[in-house]
């Protein structure tokens, strides 16, 4: 390979990871918003595209429609969305673009706060929570544009604002029904209890040459 080459394909590949970190966080300010319909747009319509939430996994050409749509937006009972507040941050970016410039995996450590009126307790309380998760993502190169082929969020806590996560989560929303409903349950959450064990945590991505598998995701 020719200087000139070699530097083109380094340009590339950290044009690539700008790129990639910028979907990442447009997703999150969509996501505050509660704009999910503009997600959709950054994710691949493969056949084979997989996005899996705490609550289900959803996979399909039409995936991040009934995910983001179907679900986060039409499949929750209808609720007051006033003083409701969802941020998560992207921490501990680790993005490793592959030599061939064709697909690339990517990690994030994702500490949350969130409020939301908790609809199926009673009296629809508006509570404030901590809400900590892991992203692993796969991204694939699509007529010169990056779309996340492969996406999990994986739940760590969710844990009452004022106490330690250790004391039990809060009461979970019912997963969504209907058209948003996911099509099977997830399978590769791993929560945190008082007597887990750490070593079963996922490892950020390593440098590679080509996609060889796809990642079970």
Known sequence: MTDIAALERRISRTEAYIEISNI???????????ANEPIVPYFSTRPDTVIELPFGR????????????????????????SGEYVEHLLSTPVIE?????????????????????LGWVEGNPLHGFWYWGRYHLVFRKEDGAWKIWKYRNSLTFVADYYKSFTDGSLPRPPAPIGNGGPDSAPRFQVEYTPSWDP???????????????????
């Open 24 to 34: 990442m966080g447009r997703i999150e300010f969509l996501h505050s918003a509660y």
């Open 58 to 81: 959803y996979t399909g050409s039409d995936a991040a429609q009934r995910c983001f749509v179907g679900a986060l937006d039409e499949g929750l009972p209808p609720r007051d969305l």
């Open 97 to 117: 673009v592959a030599d061939d410039l064709e697909t690339a995996k990517a990690a994030w450590i994702t500490p949350g706060a969130e409020a939301h009126h």
């Open 199 to 217: 070593k079963e945590l996922v490892h950020a991505p390593e440098p590679y040459a080509t996609l060889v598998y796809v990642p079970l995701l």
